[in-house]
Nanobody, 120 residues
Framework: QVQLVESGGGLVQPGGSLRLSCAAS????????MGWYRQAPGKQREVVAV???????TYADSVKGRFTISRDNAKNTVYLQMNSLKPEDTAVYYC??????????????WGQGTQVTVSS
């Protein structure tokens, strides 16, 4: 079993910054990919940023140049630094991870979500 615990959400004014964290725990052998997704009210969940076990990362066009994803492999933790936040960034942000368990089975897991609200 793998658990993902997110933190760092909250209320911020437009133009402000937040940093989200997501720590993975459990019988993990390796994590190949970690990412952040978000879901606004009445909308489908969408990818925000993804980072692979190397140094590759991709971003949604809407957040390029404002958000930065990074990971600490030793801590099985992924971060999302969000700058220049806009009201349209308001959503529940979910962490996702995929990799291999110590049993050599593959896993995919989601966090419980953390609310980010951008409003004056």
């Amino acid at each position: 079993q793998v658990q993902l615990v997110e933190s760092g959400g909250g209320l911020v004014q437009p133009g402000g910054s937040l940093r989200l964290s997501c720590a993975a725990s459990g019988s993990i052998s390796s994590i190949n990919v970690m990412g952040w997704y978000r879901q606004a009210p009445g909308k489908q969940r969408e990818v925000v940023a993804v980072i692979t076990s190397g140094t590759g990362s991709t971003y949604a066009d809407s957040v390029k140049g404002r958000f930065t994803i990074s990971r600490d492999n030793a801590k099985n933790t992924v971060y999302l630094q969000m700058n220049s936040l806009k009201p349209e960034d308001t959503a529940v942000y979910y962490c996702n991870a995929g990799g291999v368990l110590t049993s050599l089975r593959r896993f995919g897991a989601w966090g419980q979500g953390t609310q980010v609200t951008v409003s004056s």
